[in-house]
């Protein structure tokens, strides 16, 4: 999930016109908010259940990265 989590940072900051973190944590607020809720975008629940997702990194399932 660590891998994960890093990956959907990364997808958001490509996007962000924020030139530091503090102001891109008001400009996707909704990411520190709602992180699993993102997640769940990526991956089905059968994934984010599976114990192997949670100690090595699993490919999406549902929308890629």
Known sequence: ???AAVKIVDQFMSKSSSDN???Y???YYGQKEDFKGLLHQHYS????DFDKAKHEYIE???LTF
């Open 1 to 3: 999930m660590t891998v």
């Open 60 to 62: 999406p399932d549902l």
């Open 45 to 48: 629940s059968d994934i984010l």
């Open 21 to 23: 973190f503090e102001n």
């Open 25 to 27: 944590i008001e400009e």
